[in-house]
């Protein structure tokens, strides 16, 4: 009867399923192993060499609504020391610029009525969901989708707005129109994998506007001068 028993209790630990992985659970190993070899650089195939059930796991469960890897996801849920230290594997080449706001839909549909989070966030989970947001259509806008383009300019036009009332060292930029678009679209083309879209945006605002002088614009219309 007890061999049985014994049989029986193999037989149970055979059958029950192995550890549950989990996305958590995942970034959690990775961020200990990058602390422990502390890599100058690391890419997906840096990730596979270490740690293959991760690997396997982020390319079965981690996708993008277009279907592709989300490895933003990934390397916006890393410490942010190692967060800018990932080197995709292929730089994104240049495209033929396309139009189609279908791929805008899918791209902001789990969040359609959150879109206030670039006027107005109102706490870390709606600014979030507002790095969220503009990634996937950076990454839209990357592959040459000028509808995902013309869309995320629109909304970060409502973010940097706001930035320039409450930021002295932004309000520089205010009367600088086409020199703002130009910085706002390079940031779209150059951006990869470092960490949140808009601290990369606010930040690239920041430092590109030191020693502009401001510009004091008169309309002698609203003045009477009688």
Not at 79 to 85: A, L, N, P, S, V
Not at 128 to 136: G, K, P, Q, T
Not at 176 to 183: A, D, K, R, S
Request: include cysteine; glycine fraction near 4%; proline fraction near 3%.
């Amino acid at each position: 009867m007890l061999l049985c028993s014994g049989k029986l209790r193999t037989m149970y630990r055979c059958l029950m399923p192995k550890s549950l992985i989990s996305f958590k659970s995942v970034i959690q190993t990775i961020n200990k192993l990058l602390a422990e070899e502390n890599p100058e650089v690391f890419n997906s195939s840096w990730i596979f060499g270490r740690t293959p059930r991760s690997y396997r796991f982020i390319l079965k469960n981690v996708r993008t609504d277009l279907g592709t890897v989300d490895w933003d996801r990934v390397t916006c849920s890393l410490e942010w020391k190692f967060q800018r230290r990932w080197t995709p594997g292929r730089r994104m080449c240049a495209r033929a610029k396309y139009r189609n706001y279908g791929e805008v839909k899918r791209a902001l549909e789990k969040f359609h009525d959150k879109l206030y989070v670039f006027v107005s966030p109102q706490d870390r989970a709606d600014r979030r969901i507002r790095d969220i947001l503009a990634v996937s259509l950076v990454r839209l806008a990357q592959l040459g989708n000028e509808s995902a383009k013309h869309k995320l300019l629109k909304l970060l036009r409502f973010t940097i707005d706001h930035w320039i009332e409450q930021y002295y060292f932004l309000s520089r930029w205010q009367g600088y129109e086409t020199e703002l678009q130009m910085q706002v679209e390079g940031c779209i083309r150059r951006y990869r994998y470092s960490g949140s879209f808009l601290r990369y945006l606010f930040r690239t605002l920041e430092y590109s506007g030191r020693g502009r002088p401001p510009l004091l614009t008169f309309q002698l219309s609203e003045y009477n001068l009688q």
